[in-house]
Nanobody
Framework: QEQLVESGGGLVQPGGSLRLSCAVS????????IGWFRQAPGKEREGPFC????????YYADDVKGRFTISRDNAKSMVYLQMNNLKPEDTAIYYC????????????????????WGQGTQVTVSA
């Protein structure tokens, strides 16, 4: 059974940093692309805004490029999202999700490609 569990969210001041973790189980992380999504209060889900590929490449949306970094440790079945210089508009529930087609088709920014989803972790950026 494919599962992803996010952790590391919390309350942080503007300009601060957080590192989110995504623990995967039930599938081999090295064979899946992983994307990060988020949903702000009262808004539709956004993403993927960061994607980590099976081939050591990455994708970043313009609004997080230079501030967020995605990484993975396949041996530990873990994916990370380092978030720096956080802004109030980053406040959202953050989700990681797995794309089983990335290994053959490359990185996709289409949410429909991501078959397995975590439950989310809350990030709140406020003074």
């Amino acid at each position: 059974q494919e599962q992803l569990v996010e952790s590391g969210g919390g309350l942080v001041q503007p300009g601060g940093s957080l590192r989110l973790s995504c623990a995967v189980s039930g599938f081999r992380l090295a064979d899946y692309g992983i994307g990060w999504f988020r949903q702000a209060p009262g808004k539709e889900r956004e993403g993927p805004f960061c994607v980590s590929s099976t081939g050591d490449s990455t994708y970043y949306a313009d609004d997080v490029k230079g501030r967020f970094t995605i990484s993975r440790d396949n041996a530990k079945s873990m994916v990370y999202l380092q978030m720096n210089n956080l802004k109030p508009e980053d406040t959202a529930i953050y989700y990681c999700a797995a794309d089983p087609m990335e290994i053959v088709a490359g990185i996709s920014t289409l949410p429909s490609r991501y078959d397995y989803w975590g439950q989310g972790t809350q990030v709140t950026v406020s003074a």
